[in-house]
């Protein structure tokens, strides 16, 4: 209809309708025919009036294109302040704070700033946390009187907000009147104090804000929830999910994804299900976050895979890499290789270019149901490696019992200017632990402060304790526990114990079990078990009965352990 011939005629009497076209494109990001309104405007010569350059400049700044934005605003023959608001609100929109904090400054000297421009310039202030310009600018609003316009009272609690300053931004709410406040500023203001860890302040402002007769949408509640980590306790999260369910929220993705999140973080399994069941147009962050929540819970890990099979059959949305990740991290969990070797076939059909991650969990996932070829072929095909994928291959062949691969790989890092982390050393030092490496496991327990800057922690530690002490050398290993300040580290203590009666040193390991259980009430057995077998081999049979009773009346039991089979498709465990 626009590009017809009589189209540039009518559009030369009616500059009014081909504003009204040009701003519907930027609303609804009508790109294509907004670029045919431009070029009507060009050969009408109607786009040197500032009017129609106005609507142009807008439309690709809404439709994130800046720098073309930018250019027409350097060819415009005139300027007013809507160009200069349009162009400052573009350069806000695509996070490009400091280009509209410089063109702010620069306006001044012709022109004085409108509530538009002030609410983009305080959004950019907040974008960059630069509360001393903020302030300054919050100064110029007042002295123009603008700063009472609803949506510049918005930027300005999320500046104070950003930047911490959370005191600042709740006097917004006093020293305005309550009726001109918003939902959107209660929101911004919620939404803020859980962020800033004030989130008991967040749930008294919601009150507030009922009060006020203002009724809560998604926005409140997944700021009120916040990144779905366990920062309230249980009952209260049940007591918003109530009130999400009052209104009606619950089935909405938005909202709901946050719930599964946040119940799977207290290891819950019904409620994300019926959480995750209840969303009526459930999109990939649903998927991904239900199974992403069934992977973090114990024992859980094959629900994730049957969530993982729906999704396949889903025509709405189909797995990203997020989703395969996670779905063999399941199968890595529950020992699966046939579920394991699907999922392989189904990413080579469907993705053959997926990312780093994926890469990383296959590695992860091979390694861990036994395949360490499996797991070195689909490293050796990365293209792309990060520190994460050397880790995972190092970790592969150190439970495997291959400790010089795992060091020669570590070696072969090295050259390429990768810079080992405290994980890759832990994996070496848990590869030469099982392959009882003493020599090579020293060195690299050495080279990690000496050459590497990295402080070993009471992990590291009680992997060259537990080296020395096999090997027989427990002065060796005591001189480095009292070297490193964590001789009264229980997990170090631990695996003294266990050389201890590994090699019969009868009165330093009775030493060492009353200095562990001086640190607290010990949970688990092996402590006791440790010591009881210790006084077996010295024949001290009273010392074993009273070892086995403090077992008995400290209430601490001995945790099973277990064994997964796959069966007909089905993870058993005994």
């Known amino acids: 209809m626009y590009c017809s011939s009589s189209a540039p005629d009518f559009l030369v009497e009616n500059p009014e309708k081909l504003g009204s076209f040009l701003h519907h494109c930027a609303k609804t990001k009508s790109f294509r025919l907004g670029i045919s309104l431009h070029a009507a405007a060009i050969k009408t010569g109607t786009l040197a009036e500032v009017f129609t350059g106005n609507h142009v400049l807008n439309f690709y700044a809404?439709?994130?294109?800046?720098?073309?934005?930018?250019?027409?605003?350097?060819?415009?023959?005139?300027?007013?302040l809507v160009t200069l608001s349009a162009m400052i609100s573009g350069y806000d929109q695509s996070n490009r704070p400091h280009l509209a904090l410089q063109l702010f400054s620069?306006?001044?000297?012709?022109?004085?700033?409108?509530?538009?421009?002030?609410?983009?310039?305080?959004?950019?202030?907040?974008?960059?946390?630069?509360?001393y310009l903020g302030r300054q600018i919050h100064a110029?609003?007042?002295?123009?009187?603008?700063?009472?316009?609803?949506?510049?009272?918005?930027?300005?609690?999320?500046?104070?907000?950003?930047?911490?300053?959370?005191?600042?931004?709740?006097?917004?709410?006093t020293d305005s009147k309550s009726d001109s406040l918003t939902l959107v500023s209660y929101n911004i203001a919620i939404?803020?104090?859980?962020?800033?860890?004030?989130?008991?302040?967040?749930?008294?402002?919601?009150?507030?804000?009922?009060?006020?007769?203002?009724?809560?949408?998604?926005?409140?509640?997944?700021?009120?929830?916040?990144p779905g980590q366990p920062i309230y306790d249980l009952s209260v999260v049940m007591q918003l999910h109530g009130q999400m369910l009052k209104l009606g929220l619950d089935y909405?993705?938005?909202?709901?994804?946050?719930?599964?999140?946040?119940?799977?973080?207290?290891?819950?399994?019904?409620?994300?299900?019926?959480?995750?069941?209840?969303?009526?147009?459930?999109?990939?962050?649903?998927?991904?976050?239900?199974?992403?929540?069934?992977?973090?819970?114990?024992?859980?890990?094959?629900?994730?895979?049957?969530?993982?099979?729906?999704?396949?059959?889903?025509?709405?949305?189909?797995?990203?890499d997020f989703t395969y990740a996670s779905v063999l991290s399941a199968a890595a969990r529950t020992g699966s290789m046939r579920n394991g070797k699907e999922t392989h076939a189904r990413l080579i059909r469907t993705r053959r270019d997926y990312d780093v991650g994926v890469g990383n969990s296959l590695v992860n996932m091979y390694a861990?149901?036994?395949?360490?070829?499996?797991?070195?072929?689909?490293?050796?095909q990365m293209e792309i490696r990060n520190i994460f994928s050397w880790n995972s291959i190092i970790a592969a062949f150190a439970n495997h019992g291959l400790a010089e691969k795992a060091i020669a790989l570590f070696e072969e890092m090295t050259k390429t200017g990768l810079q080992p982390d405290s994980v890759t050393f832990l994996e070496l030092l848990t590869a030469c632990n099982h392959s009882g490496l003493l020599d090579a496991g020293r060195a690299l327990f050495n080279s990690m402060s000496e050459n590497y800057g990295i402080t070993p922690t009471a992990n590291h530690l009680c992997c060259l304790v537990d080296l020395l002490g096999r090997a027989g050398r427990l002065t060796e290993a005591n001189e480095y526990a009292?070297?490193?300040?964590?001789?009264?580290?229980?997990?170090?203590?631990?695996?003294?114990?266990?050389?201890?009666?590994?090699?019969?040193?009868?009165?330093?390991?009775?030493?060492?079990?009353?200095?562990?259980?001086?640190?607290?009430?010990v949970t688990k057995c092996s402590p006791y078990v440790l010591l009881s077998n210790l006084y077996a081999m010295n024949r001290k049979w009273d010392c074993v009965d009273r070892t086995r009773n403090l077992i008995r009346v400290g209430g601490v039991e001995k945790e099973p352990a277990c064994s997964l089979i796959e069966v007909n498709r089905s993870i058993k465990k005994f």
């Open 62 to 80: 809404k439709c994130g294109c800046i720098d073309a934005a930018r250019h027409l605003f350097d060819q415009m023959p005139h300027r007013n």
């Open 106 to 131: 620069r306006m001044q000297t012709y022109f004085k700033p409108n509530e538009h421009v002030f609410a983009s310039v305080l959004s950019s202030c907040s974008e960059i946390t630069d509360l």
């Open 140 to 173: 110029q609003a007042l002295k123009l009187r603008h700063a009472c316009v609803i949506f510049v009272l918005n930027s300005l609690i999320l500046l104070y907000m950003k930047c911490g300053m959370c005191t600042d931004a709740l006097s917004m709410f």
């Open 191 to 226: 939404t803020g104090l859980v962020e800033n860890k004030r989130q008991e302040k967040g749930i008294e402002l919601f009150r507030s804000m009922s009060r006020q007769g203002l009724v809560p949408d998604r926005f409140t509640f997944a700021g009120l929830l916040g």
């Open 252 to 320: 909405m993705a938005f909202s709901g994804n946050i719930l599964i999140a946040l119940y799977s973080s207290y290891n819950l399994i019904d409620e994300p299900e019926k959480v995750f069941r209840s969303i009526e147009e459930k999109d990939a962050i649903s998927w991904n976050t239900a199974i992403a929540a069934f992977c973090h819970c114990e024992d859980n890990s094959k629900a994730a895979l049957d969530i993982f099979r729906e999704m396949v059959n889903d025509r709405n949305v189909g797995p990203d």
């Open 368 to 380: 861990k149901n036994g395949s360490i070829t499996s797991s070195y072929t689909i490293f050796q």
């Open 482 to 521: 009292r070297k490193y300040s964590v001789i009264n580290d229980a997990v170090v203590l631990g695996s003294l114990l266990s050389s201890c009666r590994l090699h019969g040193g009868f009165l330093a390991g009775e030493e060492i079990a009353k200095k562990l259980l001086e640190l607290g009430r």
